[in-house]
C-alpha cells in the first residue's frame, strides 16, 4: 500500500465525501485481496462477521457490530451498543444475505459511509458461500418429517453439550421418549396417519420442554430431549409433564382418532459419563418402563406413573 493504513483513516475522518472519492481509488487492489482473502478462510458467518468487522476498524472505527438472517436464524452480536448506527441490507442480486448494522457514539460521515460500502463488496461472495453452507448444514441435521433436529444433529450435539456442562459443573440430563404400541397405529390405520401421529407427538413434546431444551428425533417413533442446566427432580418434571400432555391429548389425524401414550427413560449426567454412557443408561430407563406397563417413566431404580 502506499500509506499506512492509519493514514488513510485518519485522512477520510478529515475530508469530505469528494476526498473520499480520491482516497477510495488509492485504497488499492492489493488490500482488497488482501481483505477478500481473509474472509475466505471461514465458512462461519459469525466468524467473517468478525473478521470483516476487524478489517473495517482499521479504517472506521466501531464499537458494535450486529448481523440477522432471519431466513437462517442467524444472530451475531458483537461488541457493545452505541448511540449512532450505520445498517444495509445485504444483497448479491435478488439473493438477500441479511441485515449488517455498524454503532458507535459518534455519528458515521459521509466519507466514512463512502468507504464502508466500498469495502462490503468484499464482504458479500463469502457469506454468499457461508450461508449457503450453513444452511446444507442445518438440512443435513432437520428430521425431514418433524421439522426438528435429527440423529446425526444428536451425535453432534451431545459430545459438545457434556463437554460444556463437565466443565462448567453444571448438570445436564437426557430423555428418551418411545410411542408406546405405535406399530398398531400403522397396521390399522397405515402409514399415512402414523406419519401424522409422529408429527403430533414431536409438536407436543416441543410445547412441553423448556426453551433452552434440545429436541430430536433418534429414529422411528423414538425421541430425545437434552436438558441443559438440569438436575433429577427438574428431569421427571419435564417428562410427566410431556407424559400426562400426551396422554390427555389425543391426536386427530385423517379422521382417526387416536389415543396414545409415551414412555420415557431419564438420566442425569454423572462426573465420568460419556454420551454412550448417558445414552446408555436413558435407554436402559425407557426399556424398563416398557417393560413394565408402559406410560410412565423410568429413572435410575425408580418408576414414576
Not at 488482501?34 to 478462510?41: D, F, G, P, V, W
Not at 450486529?66 to 442467524?74: A, F, G, Q
Not at 468484499?122 to 448444514?137: F, G, I, K, V, W
Not at 423414538?222 to 438440569?230: G, K, P, T, Y
Request: aromatic share 6%.
Amino acid at each position: 500500500m502506499n500509506k499506512p493504513l492509519q493514514h488513510i483513516a485518519d485522512a477520510i475522518n478529515g475530508r469530505g465525501l469528494s476526498g473520499s472519492r480520491s482516497l477510495l481509488h488509492d485504497f488499492t487492489l492489493e488490500k482488497e485481496l488482501e481483505i477478500a482473502q481473509s474472509l475466505q478462510t471461514s465458512l462461519d458467518p459469525t466468524r467473517l462477521i468478525e473478521l470483516f468487522s476487524k478489517e473495517v476498524a482499521a479504517l472506521i472505527p466501531h464499537q458494535g457490530v450486529r448481523y440477522r438472517n432471519d431466513d437462517l436464524d442467524v444472530l451475531v452480536k458483537l461488541g457493545t451498543q452505541a448511540r449512532h448506527s450505520c445498517s444495509y441490507k445485504l444483497n448479491l442480486g435478488d439473493e438477500p444475505l441479511g441485515k449488517l448494522t455498524f454503532r458507535r457514539n459518534r455519528k458515521f460521515t459521509d466519507a466514512e459511509i463512502a468507504t464502508l460500502e466500498h469495502m462490503l463488496c468484499t464482504l458479500l461472495y463469502p457469506l454468499r458461500n457461508a450461508l449457503l453452507y450453513q444452511d446444507a448444514l442445518q438440512l443435513a441435521q432437520k428430521d425431514p418429517l418433524t421439522g426438528i433436529c435429527n440423529r446425526a444433529a444428536l451425535d453432534e450435539t451431545l459430545q459438545r453439550e457434556l463437554s460444556h456442562a463437565q466443565r462448567r459443573e453444571t448438570g445436564c440430563a437426557l430423555l428418551i421418549l418411545d410411542i408406546d404400541h405405535f406399530k398398531d397405529v400403522n397396521d390399522r390405520y397405515g402409514h399415512i396417519v402414523g406419519d401424522c401421529a409422529i408429527r403430533a407427538i414431536a409438536g407436543m413434546v416441543a410445547a412441553c420442554k423448556r426453551d433452552g431444551d434440545l429436541l430430536f428425533r433418534y429414529g422411528g417413533e423414538e425421541f430425545v430431549v437434552l436438558m441443559r442446566d438440569a438436575d433429577l427432580e427438574g428431569a421427571v418434571l419435564l417428562a410427566e409433564r410431556i407424559r400426562g400432555h400426551i396422554e390427555r391429548n389425543p391426536c386427530i389425524c385423517s379422521g382417526a382418532d387416536l389415543h396414545m401414550t409415551v414412555s420415557i427413560g431419564v438420566s442425569i449426567l454423572q462426573p465420568h459419563d460419556s454420551p454412550v454412557s448417558l445414552f446408555a443408561r436413558a435407554d436402559q430407563s425407557l426399556y424398563r418402563a416398557k417393560r413394565d406397563g408402559r406410560n410412565r417413566i423410568c429413572v435410575a431404580e425408580d418408576c414414576y406413573q
